[in-house]
């Protein structure tokens, strides 16, 4: 099994900047793929950013050019550097991780952003 804890969010103003955080542990030499999604109130959860084993990302249209993934390997962390926020960005961030078997989630993390 794999454990994510996730970290990082909070309020900030239009134009502002969080970067969000998502440990694993467990089974981790399984993961194959981690990634960012969001849900706001009464919507899909959908993909905002992710990579492969590879080093390939994969970036949803509308934060392209202001959020970033990143990985620290050594730490067994990916991040979510999100810069430039809107409102529309206010969702709860959940860390995703794919393994040979299935996907697992992290807790959620709340972004609000306020205009």
């Known amino acids: 099994q794999v454990q994510l804890v996730e970290s990082g969010g909070g309020l900030v103003q239009a134009g502002g900047s969080l970067r969000l955080s998502c440990a694993a542990s467990?089974?981790?030499?399984?993961?194959?793929?981690m990634g960012w999604y969001r849900q706001a109130p009464g919507k899909q959860r959908d993909l905002v950013a992710s990579f492969t084993s590879g080093g390939s990302t994969n970036y949803a249209d509308s934060v392209k050019g202001r959020f970033t993934i990143s990985r620290d390997n050594a730490k067994n962390t990916v991040y979510l550097q999100m810069n430039s926020l809107k409102p529309e960005d206010t969702a709860v961030y959940y860390c995703?991780?794919?393994?040979?078997?299935?996907?697992?989630w992290g807790q959620g993390t709340q972004v609000t952003v306020s205009s």
């Open positions: 995703a991780v794919r393994t040979d078997t299935r996907p697992y």
């Open positions: 467990g089974s981790i030499f399984s993961i194959n793929a």
